[in-house]
């Protein structure tokens, strides 16, 4: 039997990524509603969306962002 090498877990785990705060928050909802609208139909398709999805999306107020975004 060979000997094969002793392999430790991974302790690197991945850490979340930070989200913006506060004014950023909003910043950030705003640039991801707008590359959302702009995403082609067959991508939008390949996540699960539609026009009318999308459309309700964009237009929400700025501000009605995920609470967690928020904190």
Same mark, same amino acid.
């Not at 999306?57 to 700025?62: D, L």
């Given at each position: 039997m060979a000997h094969l090498p002793q392999?430790? %877990?991974f302790s690197g785990a991945l850490a979340p990524v930070a989200r913006p705060t506060g004014l950023l928050a909003f910043l950030d909802t705003w640039r991801q509603r707008k590359h959302l609208a702009d995403l082609d %139909?067959?991508?939008l398709k390949d996540i699960g969306l539609d026009g009318v999805d999308v459309h309700r999306?964009?237009?929400? %107020?700025?501000w009605d962002a995920p609470e967690i975004w928020r904190l």
């Open positions: 392999t430790r %877990p %139909p067959h991508l999306e964009v237009n929400r %107020p700025i």
